[in-house]
Structures are given as C-alpha cells and as structure tokens.
C-alpha cells in the first residue's frame, strides 16, 4: 500500500511541477525575466531597456508573446517548454 502511495505522489509530482513558475527569482530581478521565466500573469508586460522597440506581453495560455516594433517581428515563447528542454535528463 505505501509503495502504491509513493507512485501515485511521484508520478502527481512529475505532471504537476510544469504547471508552476519554472525557477525562484529574487525581488531585483527584472520584468523581463519574471516574464520569461515563467513569473508573470496573463496581461503583464514588460519593455527592454537596452532597446525600446522590444515588448514583452504573457497571453491568456501562459505564453510569451515577443514583439519588435521596429522590424515587425512577433515571436511565441513558452517558458515551461524552454525550461524542459534545458533541463531534460
């Protein structure tokens, strides 16, 4: 029975640690990087100081849209798949 237990909570464990911020940030990170790393909300956004033109948006799915203004560029992160794909085993 505990063994059952045990399975049941890794495997909970594993489905569910994807669903949540990906790393821990400190209060003087910047928005960007709360943004990228999977801290933000669905609505927040953030613009790169270094260049102006950069926005950074979280839709509703909890992706990150990234537009560049002065070529027109938009571009889809998701913050949970990088975070796998750095991190596979």
């Known amino acids: 029975m505990m063994q059952k237990i045990t399975v049941a ?6 489905a569910t640690s994807g669903a949540f911020a990906n790393t821990t940030l400190s209060e003087t990170a910047s928005p960007i990087a709360k943004i990228t790393q999977g801290h ?3 609505g927040d956004t ?14 509703d799915n909890g992706k990150v849209e990234r537009t560049n203004g002065r070529y027109g560029i938009v571009s889809t992160i998701d913050p949970t798949a990088d975070y796998l794909k750095k991190n596979r085993r």
């Not at 909570?9 to 594993?14: A, D, E, G, P």
């Not at 953030?46 to 839709?59: E, H, I, T």
């Open 40 to 42: 933000g909300a669905s």
């Open 46 to 59: 953030a613009s790169s100081s270094s260049d102006p033109d950069v926005n950074f948006r979280v839709l």
């Open 9 to 14: 909570f890794i495997v909970v464990m594993s």
